[in-house]
T-cell receptor, first 114, second 111 residues
């Protein structure tokens, strides 16, 4: 079956611009996660959705970062006024339920801020 | 969640067993050991998890010491496609939520 998909796969933007990254989780998965991986860094948690609500936003690095999820499915991560340090791979994962142990990851969106 | 320690890199010959160690000396009784791997330019992939008994699936085996302070992930017959960064994660079971990734072990399988 279809896995987690993310779009775009690559995004180049100029400093100061806003970007939107999209995640389509596996159908029926109620939990959705956003992570990011900077060059040479490990994977860093950003935010977690259970249905359309976000019980854990502790990883969002600043108020320029926001995310929403609609219809318990698609999620959008928005970065406003992008900075060069926002350059990273943004990964989305989903799991069948919030307590499900296995998270299934998408291929990521590579964001480059010039 | 307990902290884990892994060697930064390891080599393994193709066809041989790859044994990846992980130390988690502060693990609590209700914490499980999880392994994920990340092949270059891909998202992480779940491999296996366990509490205290050894576990085996189609991908790997997980051996947890009796005191649960360390574990070993075993890939019985490593192939070139197993070259990846392997992450050992300790977290409370049946609670879901975020995964906290360390630096992992970069495994290079060589022909």
């Amino acid at each position: 079956g279809a896995g987690v998909s993310q779009s775009p796969s690559n995004k180049v933007t100029e400093k100061g611009k806003d970007v939107e990254l999209r995640c389509d989780p596996i159908s029926g998965h109620t939990a959705l996660y956003w992570y990011r991986q900077s060059l040479g860094q490990g994977l860093e948690f950003l935010i977690y959705f259970q249905g359309n609500s976000a019980p854990d936003k502790s990883g969002l690095p600043s108020d320029r970062f926001s995310a929403e999820r609609t219809g318990g499915s698609v999620s959008t991560l928005t970065i406003q006024r992008t900075q060069q340090e926002d350059s990273a791979v943004y990964l989305c994962a989903s799991s069948l339920t919030p307590k499900e142990e296995t998270q299934y990851f998408g291929p990521g969106t590579r964001l480059l801020v010039l | 969640d307990a902290k884990t320690t892994q060697p930064p890199s390891m080599d393994c010959a193709e066809g041989r067993a790859a044994n990846l160690p992980c130390n988690h000396s502060t693990i609590s009784g209700n914490e499980y050991v999880y392994w994920y791997r990340q092949i270059h330019s891909q998202g992480p992939q779940y491999i296996i998890h366990g509490l205290k008994n050894n576990e085996t699936n189609e991908m790997a085996s997980l051996i947890i010491t009796e005191d649960r302070k360390s574990s070993t992930l075993i890939l019985p017959h490593a192939t070139l496609r197993d070259t990846a960064v392997y992450y050992c994660i300790v977290r409370v079971g049946n609670q879901g939520g975020k995964l906290i990734f360390g630096q992992g072990t970069e495994l290079s399988v060589k022909p």
